[in-house]
């Protein structure tokens, strides 16, 4: 990929496609991980002599226009506090006619933040007309938006394409650190894969069972294997359509694959729920697995010894309630605790927002800003925004 060091910014309106896809409650930023990941790159444009930079963002699925719920308004003094200098909010359509006329009347080395792009008509259909109106607004373009780089939208691949263009150091530093769980993995080499849905994760389990020594699963997306294997599994999350799949998994790969042991079973799904620990494959009816057992904490934290690589994306439990986060904290306790020995890597998502829960994200290597394109990129697909920075 270009990156930034191939880009003459000296003097320009640099416009820069970022991830301010954060979640907001109330009219308040809860957690400014894809903000505070953006600062390198705005840093290094103005300490190359940037006129101005000019950030867009798209923020959750507007349907049909803009809706105030889904502005991007809110982002902009928290972008202001992490970044230590005025940021001008510029609200209407980020493509219209008076966006332009407010980014023209920028004064040198100020900052500005556009409106939601997902307000403009064409941004997800990737309409040229769009990427032309948008790439009205920079001299240059640079995109930081892992998160988004699996999209072939206008903001992310369509204005590249008219603008001389690099990628960020955001992009850059997880595209190095994707890649090289892909192709040069130090071995041994473990995965943890939770979260709820096997169909959700599958062609990510497939490209790696070949390259790892060992793969974790966990999460709901656990109970279809162990349904697969004859287990009782009670009213646990599971996908009837998937079982002849994790059979083959199970059967090909069987001696990397590992599976709870045993589960934190609750009789509803509520903080509140009546709890009991059961082994994995004899849950009563009535009841369903909502986190790692204790043996099986024990069983994940042993597969994890004497890993030189470590790759973690999705939780082990239904960690937003506390009552069943124990699995996912002692699993972000576990790697973090091979930070001098491993190299490792969280992917987005849940397990961005469990790691930070737990206090642990200081002590791992790379944490990823993009759930989906990270998934993407281990499926071994290519990325249209990564593309577009060839």
């Known amino acids: 990929m270009q990156n930034l060091k191939s880009l003459n910014v000296q003097g320009k309106r640099v416009l820069v496609r970022v991830d301010y896809n954060v979640p907001v409650k109330d009219g308040a930023v809860q957690d ?38 889904y502005s991007l308004k809110p982002v902009a003094p928290v972008l202001e506090k992490v970044l230590g200098r005025p940021v001008t909010f510029i609200g209407g359509l980020a493509d219209s006619d008076e966006t332009l006329a407010a980014v023209r009347a920028l004064g040198p080395g100020e900052v500005a933040l556009l409106e939601n792009v997902r307000f403009s008509a064409g941004e997800e259909k990737n309409d040229a007309g769009l990427s032309g109106r948008f790439a009205r607004l920079g001299d240059a373009f640079v995109l930081d938006a892992f998160g988004s780089a699996h999209r072939a939208h206008s903001s992310v691949s369509g204005v590249a394409g008219l603008l001389s263009h690099a990628a960020g150091t955001l992009l850059e530093r997880e595209v190095v650190a994707l890649d090289r769980l892909l192709n040069s993995p130090e071995l041994p080499y473990v995965v943890i894969i939770g979260g709820a849905k096997v169909s959700d994760k599958i062609k990510v389990i497939e490209n790696l069972l070949p390259k ?11 109970y279809t294997f162990i349904k697969a294997q004859g287990g009782k599994i009670g009213d646990s999350i599971h ?104 190299y490792t890597v969280i992917g987005g998502g849940d397990s961005v927002s469990a790691i930070n829960k737990s206090g642990q994200a200081d002590r791992i290597d790379h944490i990823s800003t993009g759930g989906g394109a990270s998934l993407e990129l281990l499926k071994g697909k290519a990325l249209p925004g990564v593309e577009a920075m060839k």
């Open 32 to 69: 400014d991980t894809r903000v505070t990941a953006s600062l390198p790159t705005i840093a290094a444009l103005l300490e190359a002599g940037a006129r101005n930079v000019i950030l867009m963002s798209h923020f959750g699925r507007p349907k049909g226009g803009p809706e105030e719920r």
């Open 212 to 222: 790892v020594d060992r793969l974790l699963i966990g999460g709901g997306m656990a």
């Open 239 to 342: 996908e009837d359509d998937q079982l002849e799949l994790a059979s083959r998994l199970l059967a090909e790969y069987g001696g990397k694959i590992l599976l709870p042991v045993d589960v934190v079973a609750a009789d509803a799904f509520d903080t509140n729920a009546n709890t009991q620990v059961v082994p994995s494959g004899q849950i009563p009816d009535g009841w369903q697995g909502l986190d790692a057992g204790p043996e099986t904490i024990r069983f994940y934290r042993d597969a994890l010894q004497g890993a030189r690589t470590v790759f973690w994306n999705g939780p082990l439990g239904v960690f937003e309630f506390e009552k069943f986060a124990g699995g996912t904290n002692a699993i972000a306790a576990a790697v973090a605790d091979l930070s001098a020995s491993a």
